[in-house]
């Protein structure tokens, strides 16, 4: 049986292994440019500029954080 394309984002499963991170920002709703958005992958911060050339692998843990204005 093949392996599942899943990805955990913010502890849900999601169909995202093979996508690069930028894919996965837009198809969360968030801007392309990742302005006020942050991604950890095993809990290390993915610098912004290789989102683009980071593929998510199936099985792994995703943080999406988004800033937010207010306190």
């Known amino acids: 049986m093949p392996e599942t394309a899943t990805v955990h984002v913010n502890g849900e499963p999601r169909e995202a292994a093979g996508r690069s991170v930028t894919e996965?920002?837009?198809?969360?709703?968030?801007?392309?440019?990742?302005?006020g958005v942050a991604?950890?992958?095993?809990?290390?911060?993915?610098?912004?500029?290789?989102?683009?050339?980071?593929?998510?692998?199936a099985g792994e843990h995703v943080e999406v954080l988004v800033a937010m204005q207010g306190g």
């Not at 969360?28 to 440019?33: A, K, M, N, R, V």
């Not at 991604?39 to 692998?57: C, F, Y």
Request: hydrophobic share 50%; aromatic share 4%.
């Open 24 to 35: 996965l920002v837009v198809d969360l709703g968030l801007p392309e440019d990742g302005r």
């Open 39 to 57: 991604v950890a992958i095993a809990g290390e911060v993915v610098p912004r500029g290789t989102w683009s050339a980071r593929s998510l692998v």
